[in-house]
């Protein structure tokens, strides 16, 4: 599903409108056009919007957003979902587990490479852990779960929250690190995703992340819903955004004897710099959130229990038997190990 961030530019930039009619069928966007050419460019550019009868605000559907528009000064189509079109997110190289069960199931090469080459850095260019559909098994709740996201361009973690109860079965909910965005004031692993010093506010700003490198060179910036864990100025400088926890967070359900996800919620706020300005503000787009509850359905639950939980269950009855036949046995074998001494001593005494 998508969601457009209605909101309102604050008052030492600009006062304008920005949502959504129900978000189905009509939303206004800041102009990417403005935001996609260099600032020295931008007397250029304001001239060349009255022009072509353009404006700075413009207002387009969701499908427009999403996968694509002609923009009338770019002369190109426009949209954040274009080069994803027709694709798949791949080729995918994952370990099989056979020769450590620990690693099954984790990326070992993205399209035939084994690191990424968006940060300039070994560390943040690192493919870490699964695609997230899977962790290997015997999940444990200390250890995060690290997944390579390629909608953000990096690798993250998450760690344990809480344990709960999806249709019978018990899953283990990971949440995305509240670090995972920090600044590298708070986070020091986050100083090679520092790539502008003037728009992170030299690397004190927390909650935004530029994934132009991976864009083609666009200026997009990518955060939680609302900015969620970022930089109190981030929901200052634009009016109207209420971040939520419960409603703004990713996490993911694992089933922690087969490592399995199965149920999850991805949730990602696309913005935009706004400029220029006195005040460097990220202007919130859209945020769009990918449920996968819905997949498990009863049947599915109820195979997943017979299949998998339920034989688990059998085979824990079966173990409990049988080292209660053992332990039983055992006490038989000594129990007749020392009558038999007892009738031995008997004999040599008579």
């Given at each position: 599903?998508?969601?457009?961030?209605?909101c309102?530019?604050?008052?030492?930039?600009?006062k304008?409108?920005i949502?959504?009619?129900?978000?189905?069928?009509?939303s206004?966007r800041f102009?990417?056009a403005?935001?996609?050419i260099?600032t020295?460019?931008?007397?250029i550019?304001?001239?060349?919007?009255?022009?072509?009868?353009?404006?700075l605000?413009?207002?387009r559907t969701?499908?427009?957003?999403?996968?694509?528009?002609?923009?009338?000064?770019?002369?190109?189509d426009v949209g954040?979902?274009?080069d994803?079109?027709?694709?798949?997110?791949?080729?995918f190289?994952?370990?099989?587990?056979?020769?450590?069960?620990?690693?099954?199931?984790?990326?070992?090469?993205?399209k035939e490479?084994k690191s990424?080459?968006f940060w300039?850095?070994?560390?943040c260019d690192?493919l870490n852990?699964?695609?997230?559909?899977?962790?290997?098994?015997?999940?444990?709740k200390k250890d995060?779960?690290?997944?390579f996201?390629?909608?953000?361009?990096r690798?993250?973690?998450?760690s344990?929250?809480?344990?709960?109860?999806?249709?019978?079965?018990?899953v283990?909910?990971?949440?995305?690190?509240a670090l995972?965005?920090?600044?590298?004031?708070?986070?020091?692993d986050?100083k090679?995703?520092c790539?502008?010093m003037k728009t992170?506010?030299?690397?004190?700003?927390a909650?935004?992340?530029?994934i132009?490198a991976?864009q083609?060179?666009?200026?997009?910036?990518i955060s939680?819903?609302?900015?969620?864990?970022?930089?109190?100025?981030?929901?200052?400088?634009v009016?109207?955004?209420?971040?939520?926890?419960e409603?703004?967070?990713?996490?993911?359900?694992v089933e922690?004897?087969?490592?399995?996800?199965l149920?999850?919620a991805k949730?990602?706020?696309?913005?935009?710099?706004?400029?220029?300005s006195?005040?460097?503000?990220?202007?919130p787009?859209?945020?769009?959130?990918?449920?996968?509850t819905?997949?498990?359905?009863d049947?599915?639950?109820e195979m997943?229990?017979?299949?998998?939980?339920?034989?688990?269950q059998?085979?824990?009855?079966?173990q409990?038997?049988?080292?209660g036949v053992?332990?039983?046995v055992?006490?038989?074998?000594?129990?007749g190990?020392?009558?038999?001494r007892?009738?031995?001593?008997?004999?040599?005494l008579a």
């Amino acid at each position: 599903s998508h969601n457009c961030v209605c909101c309102i530019m604050s008052k030492q930039n600009l006062k304008a409108l920005i949502c959504s009619n129900n978000c189905v069928s009509d939303s206004t966007r800041f102009n990417g056009a403005y935001s996609a050419i260099p600032t020295e460019l931008h007397s250029i550019v304001e001239t060349l919007i009255k022009t072509t009868n353009s404006s700075l605000f413009q207002r387009r559907t969701v499908k427009e957003l999403l996968w694509g528009y002609t923009d009338p000064i770019l002369r190109g189509d426009v949209g954040f979902f274009l080069d994803y079109n027709n694709t798949y997110d791949g080729p995918f190289d994952v370990f099989t587990g056979k020769d450590d069960i620990a690693n099954v199931g984790k990326i070992d090469k993205w399209k035939e490479s084994k690191s990424l080459s968006f940060w300039n850095d070994e560390y943040c260019d690192m493919l870490n852990g699964t695609d997230a559909s899977s962790f290997p098994p015997f999940v444990n709740k200390k250890d995060p779960l690290f997944f390579f996201s390629s909608d953000i361009c990096r690798s993250v973690s998450a760690s344990y929250e809480r344990t709960m109860n999806l249709k019978g079965i018990d899953v283990y909910r990971f949440s995305l690190h509240a670090l995972t965005l920090a600044s590298p004031e708070v986070n020091p692993d986050n100083k090679c995703f520092c790539s502008n010093m003037k728009t992170t506010k030299n690397c004190t700003l927390a909650g935004v992340l530029d994934i132009s490198a991976c864009q083609q060179g666009r200026p997009i910036y990518i955060s939680l819903p609302h900015f969620l864990h970022g930089s109190p100025s981030l929901r200052t400088d634009v009016l109207g955004l209420n971040p939520h926890e419960e409603h703004h967070k990713t996490f993911l359900d694992v089933e922690p004897t087969s490592g399995f996800t199965l149920n999850f919620a991805k949730r990602i706020q696309v913005n935009m710099m706004y400029g220029p300005s006195k005040v460097i503000t990220f202007f919130p787009i859209l945020f769009f959130t990918t449920l996968r509850t819905a997949t498990l359905d009863d049947e599915t639950a109820e195979m997943f229990k017979k299949e998998l939980i339920s034989r688990i269950q059998m085979l824990e009855i079966i173990q409990q038997v049988l080292l209660g036949v053992g332990i039983g046995v055992f006490l038989l074998c000594l129990l007749g190990f020392f009558i038999v001494r007892r009738s031995h001593n008997k004999k040599e005494l008579a």
